[in-house]
């Protein structure tokens, strides 16, 4: 069995589970909050047509959800050995971006019935627990979504087609040859200098997918267009993470609030929490959550914790706090050029936003 670091991450937390019987919660820095934890009492794991509950009590017992038999038990202390082998494989491939094998390992996760690195999921979450509560004194099953600083930053929203943002060029009328020489430029911040230069700037037209657009207008009309702006910045090269950017929007007077930057944090956070909880470009946001449970962390020491939208501040103070834009590829999204209808000129940009770690 092969997998990347992401995808050996999502098994390394079924065994830190199975071996801790605790989840922690984390303040906003990713730092685990003694007093906050929920106890696990099964992991629910789907795999092809095979959905297996992973049951926790003196040991770990392997049942088939669907027919209630007991594949197999094990003792907790072989999930606690396998945590720390499986640690010092990935410690030893991080910063690897291809698949590799990490044999002792899946054998051991063979002899608890997994037949694949990745959980099977249609939905955010990358793992289901059952855990209790021990604030509410309640048992329930939540569905997480796993992201791992053992590897390279994972993406919260990727890039495609359906996330172009189209500009009117304006100021100036390029010509073929300065048209040509902003192509030439590698570096967008270049690109941007060389249209200030020439006393162009641009404006924002219109989001290219009507479903994205959709989405945004859920969390306020001005949206799209606050987001368009941010992405401008960006690649004009004033900064990066949300944070920053959300800042110099409320700084440029683009909308009018009693207090522009308390208002568009707040929109930035509930933007950021709707994408990581179940919204996507291209598909219609109801403003239901898939990953009900909010997320789990591996952190790079390899200690899990977690957001629970039981504590939505925490959760959406770490999303802003923790991520920022980055370009993707510009030829895959067809963006980055200028071009002209109807002796217009027009630009469409792209993005995809990252975890800083």
């Not at 900064?239 to 700084?251: K, P, S």
């Not at 020491?301 to 959760?315: E, L, Q, R, S």
């Amino acid at each position: 069995m092969t997998g990347n670091v992401g995808e050996w991450s999502e098994l390394y937390t079924l065994f830190k589970l199975l071996a801790d019987g605790k989840l922690y919660a984390a303040d906003a820095d990713t730092n685990k909050i003694p007093d906050i934890y929920y106890d696990v009492l099964r992991v629910i794991r789907a795999q092809g047509s095979e959905k297996l509950e992973y049951c926790r009590s003196s040991d770990v017992k392997v049942i088939n959800a669907d027919t209630g038999e007991e594949m197999c038990s094990i003792p907790v202390a072989d999930f606690i050995a396998q945590v720390d082998n499986l640690l010092t494989g990935l410690k030893s491939k991080k910063g690897s971006k291809g698949a590799f094998e990490l044999p002792e390992v899946w054998r051991f996760a063979e002899s608890i019935k997994c037949k694949t690195l990745k959980a099977k999921s249609r939905d955010k979450a990358d793992i289901h627990l059952m855990v209790h509560d021990i604030m509410s004194g309640r048992d329930d099953t939540f569905g997480f979504s796993i992201k791992s600083q053992l590897g390279s930053p994972s993406t919260l929203f990727n890039a495609s087609g359906a996330t172009n943002f189209t500009y009117k060029v304006m100021g100036h009328q390029l010509t073929e040859d300065e048209i040509k020489t902003f192509d030439e430029f590698k570096k967008f911040k270049d690109k941007f200098d060389y249209l200030s230069s020439l006393g162009t700037d641009i404006e924002f037209i219109e989001t290219d997918n009507k479903t994205l657009d959709f989405n945004f207008k859920m969390v306020m009309t001005e949206m799209p267009k606050v987001f368009a702006e941010m992405v401008k910045l960006y690649y004009q090269g004033k900064a990066n993470t949300i944070a920053e950017l959300t800042d110099m929007v409320a700084d440029s007077g683009i909308i009018s609030t009693i207090d522009n930057k308390v208002f568009l944090r707040h929109k930035s956070k509930e933007l950021l929490t709707n994408i990581a909880l179940g919204m996507v470009p291209n598909t219609m946001w109801t403003g239901d959550y898939e990953a009900t449970g909010g997320y789990i962390i591996v952190k790079d020491d390899g200690d899990v914790v977690c957001y629970h939208i039981y504590n939505h501040n925490a959760f959406k103070n770490y999303m802003y706090a923790n991520t920022r834009f980055d370009t993707p590829s510009k030829t895959k999204h067809g963006f980055g050029r200028i071009y002209e209808e109807n002796s217009q000129q027009y630009l469409k940009l792209n993005v995809q936003i990252r975890f800083v770690k």
